[in-house]
Nanobody, 115 residues
Framework: QVQLVESGGGLVQPGGSRRLSCAASGFTFSSYAMFWYRQAPGKEREFVAY????????NYADSVKGRFIISRDNVKNTVYLQMNSLKPEDTAVYYC????????WGQGTQVTVSS
């Protein structure tokens, strides 16, 4: 079955860290660039981070640059998002997405940053 499954969300205090995972199955993961997006309540889904198929190039939204790190393990078929120095405005549902013409999204994982 072709799918992406996110995990690792939860409640985090401001200034804290969290690592999200996105496990891929049913396709050749190492052939695809991958994205992380997020959607806060009442807002549009927005780009967070991007990584090429080999992991050699990464891009970030300005709002997370210097705090978040995207990485991948092509043996484990998993893409990660390490989130540091979390702020309340990072509260959102986080989604991973496969790049390419046949878009594939995961179901999302909720991250809440609150004291």
């Amino acid at each position: 079955q072709v799918q992406l499954v996110e995990s690792g969300g939860g409640l985090v205090q401001p200034g804290g860290s969290r690592r999200l995972s996105c496990a891929a199955s049913g396709f050749t993961f190492s052939s695809y660039a991958m994205f992380w997006y997020r959607q806060a309540p009442g807002k549009e889904r927005e780009f967070v981070a991007y990584i090429t198929s080999t992991g050699g190039n990464r891009n970030y939204a300005d709002s997370v640059k210097g705090r978040f790190i995207i990485s991948r393990d092509n043996v484990k078929n998993t893409v990660y998002l390490q989130m540091n120095s979390l702020k309340p405005e990072d509260t959102a549902v986080y989604y991973c997405k496969r790049a390419g013409l046949n878009t594939l999204w995961g179901q999302g994982t909720q991250v809440t940053v609150s004291s």
